[in-house]
């Protein structure tokens, strides 16, 4: 056992001490470790109830670090509190518990980053993104941070959230941001395509779209939601998926086209292959598409970075490890 008390980590916490920047760093050396064996990932869980609700748990061992670890949050109309929790993987001690609202939002907007370093062109300089919810500015920042984006274009059904969003893109970035009309006016000869929604039907077409584009699908994590159409993915020279495995069992878009078994998943790449292999687009691609699912790797690899920082940094709330105790049988 860890002769340092469990940390709580807040949601300050975690803001102060870790950029998107970092998030990204932190999440390629988290699929570096999947690609080398040293890193697995805890197939993702979930159920459902009332009008939409949903109960997640994710997780992921790294016994190489020596953490194992899971995050949990029940999704509502209400709002959401995900709780990140660190183990030690040789005894099973608690390491430390981690607020994890921003987290999770760097955590996919980091994954977004490393598609898009990997998969868009070197020279791709607009973003359209569909989707002005609450991942949209970690999803704008994280295509910011890995390609000289000079235009960005905005849809989202809610005017008010939509204009939220432009005017703080505005702001945050020296690019010109335009308030789109309908998803095709924003992604119409855009070379890069981030989808975050709750739609329930594909809402990105085939003509909708220009030769040499890259789709970042990153809101239809559960098989009642969808996005992309299957003439889109009918035109995608590589489908990359962070899971393959939470894929294949949550995400709709896929199975439909890819089908239930396993031999039509063979031209599906995971994340860590893609970052292992280090090679950039290819020029006779037509579309890619990353498929981001969510995954106990991405928030363990910036959860343990997390822990470490807060270690040095003598930050995070300390509390007592649990006590043992035997229950009354009688």
């Known amino acids: 056992m860890s002769d340092q008390s469990p940390l709580w980590i807040s949601e300050a916490d975690v ?13 390629e050396r988290g699929l570096l470790a999947e690609a080398r064996g040293d890193a697995r990932n805890m197939v993702k869980t979930h159920l459902t109830w009332g009008k939409g609700s949903t109960l997640h748990a994710i997780g992921a061992v790294f016994a190489h670090d020596g953490f194992v670890g899971t995050k949990t949050w029940a999704h509502t109309e209400g709002g959401a509190t995900p709780l990140l929790i660190l183990f030690d993987s040789v005894d099973g001690s608690l390491r430390a518990v981690i607020e994890a ?13 490393v598609a898009t370093r990997r998969l868009a062109a070197e020279d ?10 609450k991942q949209a500015a970690a999803q704008i920042a994280a295509v910011v941070a890995v390609r000289p984006i000079r235009r960005i274009r905005v849809f989202g059904r809610n005017e008010e959230r939509r204009a939220r969003v432009v005017a703080w893109a ?6 010109e941001v335009i308030e789109a009309g309908s998803i095709a006016e924003a992604v119409a000869d855009a070379p890069i395509i981030n989808v975050v929604t709750r739609a329930t039907e594909p809402i990105l077409f085939a003509d909708m779209v220009s030769r040499g584009a890259h789709i970042n699908a990153v809101g239809a994590i559960t098989p009642e939601r969808a996005e992309i159409a299957r003439d889109a993915l009918e035109r995608c020279d590589q489908v990359v998926v962070d899971t393959i495995p939470s894929a294949q069992n949550l995400s709709r878009e896929l199975i439909e086209y890819f089908g239930a078994a396993a031999s039509g998943w063979k031209r599906v790449k995971s994340l860590a292959s893609v970052v292992a ?15 981001s699912m969510g995954m106990g790797i991405s928030d363990l690899a910036l959860g343990i970075d997390l822990y470490h920082r807060a270690a040095q940094r003598g930050l995070g709330r300390g509390f007592a490890h649990p006590q043992k105790i035997a229950p009354r049988l009688r």
């Open 277 to 291: 292999a280090g090679k950039p687009r290819r020029a006779s691609d037509d579309l890619t598409l990353f498929k």
């Open 15 to 27: 803001v102060s001490m870790m950029s998107l920047g970092d998030a990204i760093n932190a999440l």
């Open 124 to 133: 791709a300089d607009e973003l359209a993104i569909i989707g002005a919810g």
């Open 170 to 175: 505005r702001q945050e970035f020296g690019a």
């Open 101 to 113: 609202f921003a987290l999770g939002q760097m955590r996919t907007g980091a994954a977004t980053g």
